[in-house]
Nanobody, 124 residues
Framework: QVQLVESGGDSVEAGGSLTLTCIASGYITSSCMGWFRQAPGKEREGVAVMRVGDVPTYYADSVRGRFTVSQGKRRNAVNLRMENLKPEDTAMYYC??????????????????WGQGTQVTVSS
């Protein structure tokens, strides 16, 4: 069983920065790890995804140039560096891991493992 644990969520002012970390444990065969978010009253959306041990494969238009997804210190860890945060970035951020096709909404991502989420709140 794979478990994902996120950390790093906080409350910050607009223009601030945060780094989220996700660490996976268990029998890990996932090739894709990424971040999704869900704001109150909105659908969950993909934020950033990377191929494990390789390069990012996806950024949402709303975060491109401000957020960076990267490998953590271990192969089973992924970070999300968020800069120039905006109030519209306020959401619960979830880490996910899945086997292949490293894009949100791919058929493979529908079988992803999910973390419990970490809250990011950006005040204006």
């Amino acid at each position: 069983q794979v478990q994902l644990v996120e950390s790093g969520g906080d409350s910050v002012e607009a223009g601030g920065s945060l780094t989220l970390t996700c660490i996976a444990s268990g029998y890990i065969t996932s090739s894709c790890m990424g971040w999704f978010r869900q704001a109150p009253g909105k659908e969950r959306e993909g934020v950033a995804v990377m191929r494990v041990g390789d390069v990012p494969t996806y950024y949402a238009d709303s975060v491109r140039g401000r957020f960076t997804v990267s490998q953590g210190k271990r192969r089973n860890a992924v970070n999300l560096r968020m800069e120039n945060l905006k109030p519209e970035d306020t959401a619960m951020y979830y880490c996910a891991a899945w086997a292949y096709d490293c894009f949100p909404g791919s058929d493979a991502s529908r079988s992803a493992y999910w973390g419990q989420g970490t809250q990011v709140t950006v005040s204006s």
